[in-house]
């Protein structure tokens, strides 16, 4: 499988390195594109390099580069994430305002109806942000904001990412073991009475 991999400039970079991760350990190639924010953010909020983080993907697009291959729909991918999605990147979406190649490969993918799955990282939300995201779902788009849950006892910041890292790879049928999936409330209570905080 081939995906698209957007890093806009949100706070939570590190679940597109995460994703970047998962994905290079399953195999998928992987075609990496960060706006200049998303590299600023690399940099305050964890202990990668822009750098560091382009060598996990196979393939990396400069986000200037409205003429690269994931611009165009004869490029075949089984889809694309963003993650985390800006909220200045999903209203360039929601509005087909392909300024960039980030957003331009996700207006193909909306074009094409292959699957874009968006990790919108804000809150509170107002009404113009829920407007932004009722109207990429209406074009097509998947939306996977980083809500965690915790049925699946998470113990560290870690296992909180990995459980949405798995939620979008889930979007794309990719076979994981990122977080304990829910088996019925018999098992979880069990598990609960277990649990101290």
């Not at 190639?29 to 305050?44: G, K, P, S, V």
């Not at 929601?94 to 990282?121: P, T």
């Not at 109207?135 to 788009?141: H, N, P, S, T």
């Not at 990995?162 to 304990?180: C, I, P, R, S, Y």
Request: glycine residues 8%; aromatic residues 6%; neutral net charge.
């Amino acid at each position: 499988m081939r995906l698209i991999l957007g890093i806009s400039g949100a706070t939570g970079s590190v679940y597109g390195i995460r994703t970047l991760q998962v994905l290079s350990a399953l195999g998928v190639e992987t075609h990496l594109i960060m706006t200049q924010h998303a590299e600023r953010n690399i940099l305050i909020e964890t202990s990668y390099t822009p750098e560091q983080v382009r060598k996990l993907a196979c393939y990396v697009h400069d986000v200037r580069d409205v003429g690269a291959a994931p611009a165009s729909g004869s490029f075949i991918s089984g889809g694309m994430i963003v993650a985390p999605c800006s909220i200045k990147t999903l209203s360039a979406i929601a509005n087909s305002y392909n300024d960039n190649l980030l957003v331009r490969a996700a207006d193909v993918m909306l074009k094409e109806r292959r699957k874009l799955v968006l990790v919108v990282r804000e809150t509170p939300l107002h009404l113009g942000h829920l407007e932004l995201m009722v109207r990429v779902v209406q074009a097509g788009a998947v939306l996977l904001p980083p809500m965690p849950a915790f049925y699946h006892q998470p113990r560290t910041i870690e296992d909180l990412i990995d459980q949405t890292v798995g939620k979008v790879l889930d979007q794309f049928g990719l076979e994981h073991n990122l977080f304990k999936r829910w088996e019925g409330a018999d098992y979880f209570d069990a598990a609960a009475a277990r649990i101290t905080f």
